[in-house]
């Protein structure tokens, strides 16, 4: 069987030499990958997914060490000089990474950079190095070939530029395309659309492909084989059936339970009558949300007459792709962003047109979780600082009550009293996302507004995550704006979900009406993108999409 | 990946080892002074540097005379840059005069005589030289890194957080200060600043000193000014004030540290080069740089001349750039730099095991 695998994986192991001791990343790892079969690595961050693929061609930084054996096409890549590994590396063994803006080069147009690879691998001149380029670009349905080959990284879109990327990938037929989280910077549509295309070419091509993500729905949606890690060790492997249907370890259980699953969660009745609707918390009439122009940059749109109500105590999900306006409204909402035209109010006041003296007193009715809680939380402050904050500056509180009103917070999201004194990088990213939650809730907001708080969380992580919100939404009952692009997530939380496209509010109403019967096209087009961690049911589901798309 | 996963129990050990003293004090909270108070004097070099440049300045500025306006406070050495005692022939190596008398070779007895230091070519005692000259030199450096230091970071600061035409304007003053050709504005200022005083030298000198500080404070501004925490703590009611000097200034320490400790450093060698060219601290009053620049062709023969004002020189500068180092790794909570994914794939290949 070993002989006619591409990829041949034996007692592989990587250790990180940190602080003078090894550490192990991964550990006896087997493997074998036959042509057109995808093979999929899923585990959390830090389980050593990534760690395997770049240590695969010897891409590892030098503090790693590997041993084992790597066999490409017979191979041993391991032990290879690296002049060998040069020539196997793009010529056999093609990546393509997650992030395709720091991957691509930006001073390079990408047919430059297509042109490069080939060029590198086979005799080939210019004219001839182009034409293929531009045969590679339009095999990778970019739109225009015969343009987009002269276009840089920054004038195409996130998916154009993953597009990109696997056509260099793909630039001299590799025998095994390494897919690192290919589509996880992506939206749910052109997530769908990247892997219809990567099985398309699988199929054409015959490559195999090794392809590592997070993401069970995307798993289920392309591989045969399933690789199950946790902290480097392989703790499960087998066809994708039977991982999916009869998984044996406690853990892959786990990660599948995680999954958040469209239309699987229990119905939230909405915490008020339709006949007595009480004050809205957050009321949006006809706002219009404008980016002035910049330098050369037109002046840019990016919300039209956009409106929303949301009552005390329920959470409203606002979806939609990236681009669309919806991280605007959001920090609209908190005045984070001025207003062109229209009206927003929190709890009847007035936030378009206000002062910076009206807006701190407004700021203490709402409360923010932002995106990334890397860059949410001021690295040089000890978090228990960060949280205390906002009661220290509306005055509430100083010294020691202020300490105390600081370890209830962190009980109340679940951390222990003694990270208050951590600095942020200490703690993982779910802590700091708790963290951004603590001081969020630190002024008991009526309007708790959290801007894609798990996009950045393992799915382990977010289940707990989403577990601790609702729970002290049930606790606390503010209202929440929920945003997200996860409409499983979303599915999970709200009671009533708005969707939005291109600055404007396409359809919004109770969250079964949008999940059950969207009446929209864009939101039924949302709906179906989802891929869900299924293998048998997401392959109805990439049929009827297909179906819906022609 | 795994990278981040594997720092995640190691900071656990390096928290439960180097950092118990912060991770024991758990009821206490702390803030980020305190933190960094700490986290300063358990960097072993820099609290060494600390203890050696105070006892060098209270050493230096004790040993002679001191004058402030009337009143005369008595220094513990006994001759005066003043004094011109008789040159000392006897002892001393290949015919040369004034040799030092200092003794701390292992073996002999230890004695400082009466010239430790040796004597000039006139017979001043050098000590008393030395000593004069690491008191003019530290001053400069202090006010130049002071000044320098403080209009750098505050212009800087304005410029990058508001952004805009305060930011134009402030540039364009950056832009036509670094136009000025320093060292032939100081060498003009120098000349009269030997009648008034290298003080008015070295406010002149700092307040020249500034632009690359300001530049830098400005670009670090501009990023950081971007990053969600500072949105955080506008939400939390923080006024612009606060959002700069707290939020966004302490990210920038690190840097500016860096960027004043060069200044420093860089000041003690434009005394010394202004006053090689005769432009700086003038005779009688000397400085390090001007002892140095004095007997440069006595270099061979009476090298003692150049030894002491070296040390002095090497030894503050050394000190300042250790405290530099501690204050940047106090303020930085990631001391050890992270390697990133794209780190590893422009790190260099290794096939081979071990580092």
């Excluded at chain 1, 932002?370 to 000890?382: E, K």
């Excluded at chain 2, 002149?204 to 670009?219: C, E, I, K, Q």
Aim: net charge neutral; with cysteine; proline share 5%.
């Amino acid at each position: 069987m070993s002989k006619e695998n591409i990829l041949q994986i034996s007692d592989f192991n990587v250790d990180f030499w940190v602080d003078g001791a090894w550490y192990p990343a991964v550990i006896d790892m087997n493997l074998g990958l036959a042509a057109g079969k995808v093979t999929a690595i899923v585990g959390e961050s830090g389980s050593g997914k990534s760690t395997t693929a770049m240590g695969l061609m010897s891409l590892l930084a030098s503090n790693a060490r590997m041993n084992g054996s790597v066999k490409v096409k017979g191979e041993e890549m391991l032990a290879a000089k690296p002049s060998v590994l040069q020539r196997y590396r793009g010529r056999e063994v093609a990546y393509i990474f997650q992030e395709p803006m720091t991957a691509l080069n930006p001073l390079f147009t990408i047919g430059y950079q297509i042109v490069e690879t080939l060029r590198a691998h086979f005799d080939m001149g210019p004219k001839e190095a182009h034409t293929r380029a531009l045969e590679l670009i339009s095999l990778v349905d970019l739109p225009d070939p015969e343009n987009s080959i002269n276009k840089y990284p920054h004038q195409l879109s996130g998916g154009q530029r993953q597009r990109a990327m696997i056509a260099q990938a793909l630039a001299c037929d590799p025998a095994l395309l390494v897919a690192d989280e290919p589509t996880t910077a992506l939206d749910v549509t052109v997530q769908a659309e990247i892997l219809d295309l990567m099985r398309g070419l699988k199929d054409k091509l015959n490559s195999a492909i090794l392809l590592i993500t997070h993401d069970m729905g995307v798993v289920a949606d392309m591989a045969d084989e399933i690789l199950v890690m946790k902290d480097g060790i392989t703790v499960e492997k087998g066809t994708a059936d039977q991982i999916f249907n009869k998984p044996q370890h406690p853990y892959t259980q786990q990660l599948l339970v995680a999954v958040p699953k469209l239309g699987s969660s229990k119905k939230r009745d909405i915490p008020y009558k339709e006949s007595a609707k009480p004050a809205p918390v957050l009321k949006i009439t006809d706002v219009t949300i404008e980016y002035p122009k910049r330098g050369r940059q037109p002046a840019f749109t990016a919300v039209k007459n956009f409106n929303l109500e949301i009552y005390p105590g329920e959470i409203v999900g606002l979806v939609g792709e990236s681009g669309s306006g919806k991280t605007t409204v959001g920090r609209a909402a908190i005045g984070l962003l001025p207003v062109k035209s229209g009206s927003i109010q929190i709890v009847g006041n007035e936030i378009a047109g206000a002062t910076q003296k009206e807006l701190f007193k407004i700021r203490r009715h709402t409360g923010i979780v932002f995106q990334d809680p890397a860059s949410s939380l001021n690295p040089r402050l000890p978090i228990g600082e960060s949280i205390g904050e906002p009661i220290f500056l509306a005055g509430i509180a100083k010294n020691f009550p202020l300490e105390q009103m600081i370890e209830d917070l962190l009980d109340q999201v679940e951390l222990p009293r003694s990270y208050r004194n951590r600095y942020p990088h200490e703690l993982s990213g779910g802590q700091r996302q708790r963290v951004g939650i603590a001081r969020a809730l630190a002024l008991t907001p009526d309007l708790l507004i959290a801007d894609e708080p798990t996009s950045a969380l393992d799915v382990l992580v977010q289940a707990r995550f989403l577990e601790l919100l609702t729970g002290l939404q049930e606790k606390l009952k503010f209202a929440c704006l929920f945003i997200s692009h996860d409409l499983a997530v979303v599915d999970i939380l709200a009671h009533r979900i708005a969707v939005m496209q291109d600055g404007l509010l396409v359809e919004e109403g109770d969250r079964d009406a949008i999940l059950l019967h969207p009446k929209n096209d864009y939101t039924r087009r949302l709906i179906s993108a989802v891929p869900v961690p299924d293998p048998a049911e997401q392959r109805i589901r990439r049929e009827a999409r297909l179906a819906l798309k022609k | 990946m795994k990278i981040f996963g594997k720092k995640e129990p190691l900071t656990g050990e390096i928290l439960a080892g180097g950092e118990s003293a912060i991770a024991n004090k758990e009821t206490e909270g702390l803030s980020q002074g305190q933190i960094v108070r700490r986290r300063f004097f358990r960097h072993r070099a820099a609290v060494i540097a600390l203890v050696m440049i105070s006892s060098i300045v209270v050493f230096v500025f004790t040993a002679l005379d001191t004058k402030i306006g009337p009143i005369r406070i008595p220094g513990w050495w006994r001759w005066s840059v003043e004094d011109i005692p008789e040159l000392r022939y006897e002892d001393c190596p290949g015919g040369t005069v004034g040799c030092p008398t200092l003794s701390i070779r292992p073996g002999a007895e230890f004695g400082l005589g009466t010239h430790p230091f040796g004597q000039d070519d006139i017979g001043r005692d050098y000590f008393a030289l030395v000593m004069n000259g690491a008191r003019r030199s530290l001053m400069i450096m202090f006010v130049i890194g002071a000044v320098s230091g403080f209009i750098g970071v505050v212009v800087g600061s304005i410029s990058g957080f508001y952004g805009g035409a305060v930011d134009a304007v402030l540039m364009r003053l950056v832009d036509f200060l670094q136009t000025v050709p320093t060292i032939i504005i100081a060498a003009v200022i120098g000349k009269a600043a030997g009648k008034v005083g290298p003080l008015y030298l070295a406010l002149f000198l700092g307040l020249l000193g500034w632009t690359g500080l300001a530049r830098l404070v400005r670009a670090q501004f501009l990023s950081l000014r971007e990053m969600e925490f500072v949105d955080a703590a506008r939400v939390a009611g923080a006024s612009n004030i606060r959002i700069a000097f707290k939020h966004i200034l302490p990210n920038a320490v690190g840097q500016i540290i860096v960027i004043i400790t060069l200044i420093m450093a860089g000041a003690i060698l434009t005394e010394t080069a202004l006053s090689y060219l005769g432009f700086g601290v003038v005779a009688p009053d000397v400085s390090l740089g001007l002892l140095i620049s004095q007997f440069e062709s006595a270099f061979t023969t009476r090298p003692w001349l150049f030894w002491w004002p070296g040390f002095f020189i090497i030894s503050i500068a050394l000190c300042v750039n250790f405290i530099g180092d501690g204050l940047r790794d106090a303020f930085d909570p990631r001391q050890r730099r992270r390697i990133t994914k794209k780190d590893r794939l422009q790190a260099k290949v290794q096939t081979k095991a071990g580092v």
